[in-house]
């Protein structure tokens, strides 16, 4: 930012002077903080875009890699069961779906424990309001 030179106070200004003075420094004031605030979320978001797009490049890359391995592991299995591809298929599938089953019901379990819900905030906001009425009991 570009430093102003000091403003030189002149002891013959009114107070219609000094108001349109300070109405033009709050208006430059707040053009820069928006141009500033326009600069960040411009910086943000091209933050955000690259992070995605790396997200979902990695994203990509691993579904390629499952398939390949399921593709290994049907073809191992099938020449343990006799080269037979439909039941390397079939064990293999029934595996990553069982896997699959076992996320998803870790996943609603986590999703359903408590988190900070309102009444434990309401609770915390209670004890913290005792605490600021009577510092000395606690």
Do not use: C, Q
Not at 68 to 80: E, G, K, P
Not at 112 to 135: C, I, N, Q
């Amino acid at each position: 930012m570009a430093a102003h030179p000091p403003t030189r106070i002149d002891p013959d200004s009114g107070i219609p002077d000094l108001i349109r003075r300070l109405t033009e420094d709050s208006k430059r004031l707040a053009s820069g903080e928006v141009r500033l605030a326009k600069l960040e979320l411009h910086d943000s978001m091209r933050t955000s875009v690259r992070g995605v797009i790396w997200v979902s490049l990695a994203l990509a890359t691993g579904v390629v890699a499952a398939v390949a391995l399921t593709v290994l592991l049907i073809a191992a299995v099938s020449a343990v069961v006799g080269d037979n591809y439909w039941a390397g298929a079939l064990i293999v599938g029934a595996v990553e779906a069982l896997a699959g089953w076992l996320f998803i019901r870790r996943g609603i379990a986590a999703a359903k424990e408590p988190s900070l819900t309102f009444e434990v905030s309401r609770a915390a906001l209670k004890d913290t309001a005792l605490w600021a009425r009577h510092p000395a009991r606690h």
